[in-house]
């Protein structure tokens, strides 16, 4: 028999920081990170459609193909290795066509995500539409049509909006083909100059002008607002990088009313095209329930941030300190904290911290008061847990092991009203945490699960050394973490992870504009895949990796009797 529970309770001491999100979108890698150039793709849960126009009959996946005397649409090479040996060329010609194109209908979800390559020939002018996600009041009959055609009108909440990511010329202001920009029609969208409705903007402040004749990634995500609120968003990556993001629309008003509906075209007329040919290419696209991200062309290395070290006479629960450099010679080190470890191992990181500029540690709460400090009735339970950790494996506590004082040390988190506030407005408690969490652990292949049996747990209890016993079964959940963290982080991310990394990251931002060069992020070893991720987008590179002990664990022999009740002794 297998204990969820354990991993559970792990979780939690391992999550909860030395005592928790603000909504951000992912960036960078995402799902297509695990599959280099995108094969078996479509085996993702998560993926909808794709199209690769590696297989010459491409069209029969497609529902409808607008290929005016079949002299629009033809398969190129996109000479390029990570797009494969197909990509699709749209050759618009003024003097016999408007360009062309493929729509697909498919079955929707809550939120979104289109991702597709698309190159401008380098004499490629202004497109009049684009890549466009329409909403329709059904997938069959007339019902699939209902967000198609309606220029100038408002469109009613319960038939049809449509968003489109498109290049954008400012009325010739700028370069063709111009630069990206949502062109949207919803129900409450506003009227132009001339009383009539057509598509609104939604343009970023700063967005560089479109490079010809280079293979672009592009992204885009619609989030469907609940009937009757304004929850609604949308967003646009640009090769991995997050643009634009516009939240508090109401798309719809009935239920029944799905963006369902993908074109993927250059369409052009003469009121904005001049140059008599143009083209445009596309390939790699992915509609999907999740953010997608560029092609990979192999799948890359995750950074390990902790693991346990079995040996036949002892064992150890270890944790990076993994450092990243940069070219303005600026260095970051991925401290690895464990809320409960060995005395040395926190004399160890005392010890380490005093050869930083500065320290950004963890802590919900006040910035101004350095730990330990009194905490919010909300944060008493992980406080609880974590201390009973303590007495009953015989470890030192990281808030009364740590020194906190010097000034080097600057606070990069939450506040507790911000945490709290935040968890409300998302309906995000712990106990949703343990719910994802042991959801995920249900999940999971049983063979990756540690054994914690019932002869193991009285063993435990009933040994000679009771506090290396429990260390020994503890340490080995640590080493599914990331395993149950998907599950935990399920979705856009939860406020304990998500947003606190964004935090920390914002006051690394601060500390290097004011001159700081060599930094340390000290927090939860399980924060450190997300804060990797952002640091690698910000130009940081992996330099070092290096393992910390923070619990050197005897193999004990067994004797003494003790309560699994000490462990929730608060």
């Keep these: 028999m297998k204990f969820a529970f354990l991993s559970t309770i792990v979780l939690l001491a391992y999550l909860c920081g030395a005592d928790a999100e603000i909504h951000a979108l992912p960036s960078g890698h995402g799902l297509a990170q695990a599959y280099p150039y995108d094969q078996d793709l479509t085996s993702h849960p998560a993926v909808i459609f794709a199209e690769t126009f590696e ?28 797009l494969g040996e197909a990509a699709l060329q749209v050759r618009g010609d003024l003097a016999h066509n408007t360009g062309g194109g493929l729509t697909k209908w498919f079955a929707s979800a809550p939120t979104v995500y289109i991702r597709f390559y698309t190159k401008f020939a380098p004499d490629a002018d202004y497109i009049h539409h684009f890549v466009t996600l329409r909403a329709n009041k059904g997938l069959q009959g007339k019902d699939r049509w209902s967000g198609f055609g309606g220029a100038g009108n408002l469109p009613d909440g319960d038939l049809r909006f449509s968003t489109a990511l498109e290049p954008w010329g400012n009325w010739g202001k700028w370069p063709a083909p111009g630069r990206w920009n949502f062109y949207s029609y919803w129900h409450e ?42 929850d609604g968003e949308q967003a646009f990556w640009i090769d991995g990088k997050l643009l634009g993001h516009w939240k508090d629309i109401s798309w719809r008003t009935s239920p029944t009313l799905w963006a369902n509906a993908l074109t993927l075209e250059a369409y052009i007329t003469d009121r904005w095209t001049k140059h008599p040919i143009n083209r445009v290419t596309f390939d790699n696209l992915v509609v999907a329930r999740d953010y997608i991200g560029p092609v990979v062309t192999e799948p890359a290395e995750p950074t390990d941030f902790v693991r346990f070290v079995d040996q036949p006479d002892q064992a150890t629960l270890e944790v990076a300190s993994v450092s990243y450099g940069r070219e303005d010679g600026v260095t970051v080190d991925l401290v690895g904290a464990v809320h409960v470890g060995d005395a040395a191992y926190y004399a160890m990181l005392n010890e380490r911290f005093r050869a930083y500029d500065r320290v950004l540690y963890e802590m919900v709460g006040d910035p101004n008061a350095a730990p330990p400090v009194e905490v919010e009735a909300g944060a008493t339970m992980v406080r609880g847990m974590q201390r009973g950790m303590m007495r009953l494996l015989d470890l030192a506590y990281q808030l009364d092991a740590i020194d906190y004082t010097p000034e080097n040390f600057v606070h990069a988190d939450l506040t507790y009203e911000e945490f709290s506030k935040l968890q409300e407005e998302r309906g995000e408690t712990m106990f949703t945490l343990i719910q994802n969490a042991m959801k995920r652990q249900l999940e999971m292949d049983p063979e990756e699960i540690p054994e914690v049996g019932v002869g193991d747990l009285f063993r435990a209890f009933t040994g000679g050394d009771q506090s290396s016993a429990l260390k020994l079964l503890v340490a080995k959940q640590f080493d599914e973490m990331e395993s149950l963290l998907a599950g935990a982080e399920e979705g856009s991310g939860t406020v304990i992870l998500t947003g606190r990394n964004e935090r920390v990251i914002d006051i690394l931002n601060e ?55 000490d462990f929730f002794q608060f």
């Excluded at 009227?191 to 970023?204: I, L, M, Q, T």
């Excluded at 504009?513 to 070893?525: D, K, N, T, V």
């Design 55 to 82: 297989d010459p009959n491409y069209a029969e996946r497609w529902d409808e193909v607008r290929d005016h005397d079949e002299k629009v649409l033809a398969l190129v090479h996109p000479e390029d290795h990570r």
């Design 189 to 230: 969208m506003e009227a132009s100059p001339d009383g009539k409705y057509w598509g609104n903007s939604f343009k970023p402040e700063e967005v560089p002008n479109i490079t010809k004749g280079e293979w672009i990634c592009c992204e885009f995500m619609l989030k469907h607002n609940t009937p009757g609120v304004p």
């Design 511 to 565: 500390q290097i504009e004011e001159g700081e060069e060599r930094l340390a992020i000290f927090y939860g070893a399980a924060h450190f895949v997300g804060i990797e991720e952002l640091l690698l987008e910000l130009g940081f590179h992996k330099k070092s990796h290096e393992w910390m002990v923070a619990w050197d664990i005897p193999k004990p022999e067994v004797k003494k009797r003790g309560s699994l009740l």
